[in-house]
């Protein structure tokens, strides 16, 4: 197949797979479904959570630290998605990544709330997010997984979505750590 041919085909199949999964959503993971409203819950509760919990002296710093726990865990999810590891199986609109919920409320307003209890409590932020990796992925993903809300396929299974959890939390904090650092030297 030429460069062409191969395009051509790609676009086809995409535009397979999008019909595909847009009359998926429509008889599976619309409006009318308690999925979809158990998907918005846990896309909107965390966020309202979030507005009244959130310290405020220390909002973008803390906001940093979540958005890149929120674009993390996304760029970790597409590939896991796309190759069938983990996929999400109701979701706000097929527009959007299927598993936008969790990426970019649910674990981000986990993550960034611990964050803010362990430095604002001199606590150990390294030992407290091994107990909130354990919690989403031994606890939130197995219930997650017996309702049928999410697919755990291939090989994956909640011991690797606790490691991933461990390392993006760890690598935010890290990277926020970083750019505090540059902030005050500069």
């Known amino acids: 197949m030429n460069y062409q041919e191969y395009w051509t085909k790609i676009n086809m199949k995409s535009d397979e797979i999008n019909t595909l999964v847009t009359s998926y959503w429509n008889d599976y993971s619309h409006m009318g479904t308690w999925q979809f409203w158990l998907v918005a819950s846990l896309t909107v509760a965390p966020l309202v959570l979030l507005y009244f919990t959130l ?16 674009m993390l ?6 590939p896991l998605e796309r190759y069938g590891y983990f996929v999400h199986t109701y979701f706000l609109t097929p527009l959007l990544p299927f598993a936008l919920n969790i990426t970019a409320s649910a674990l981000p307003v986990g993550f960034l709330l611990l964050y803010q209890y362990c ?21 939130f ?3 997650e997984n017996y309702l049928g809300l999410v697919e755990i396929r291939k090989g994956m299974n909640q011991f690797y979505i606790f490691l ?7 690598i935010a904090f890290w990277f926020t750590k970083l750019m505090l650092k540059c902030k005050y030297s500069g």
């Open 164 to 170: 991933i959890d461990v390392g993006v939390a760890y």
């Open 141 to 143: 993903a197995t219930i």
């Open 73 to 78: 865990w996304t760029y970790i999810s597409i």
């Open 119 to 139: 430095t604002n409590s001199n606590k150990n932020f390294y030992l407290y997010v091994l107990l909130l990796s354990a919690l989403f992925a031994f606890g």
């Open 55 to 70: 310290d405020r002296s220390r909002m973008f710093e803390i906001f940093f630290f979540g958005y890149t726990v929120h």
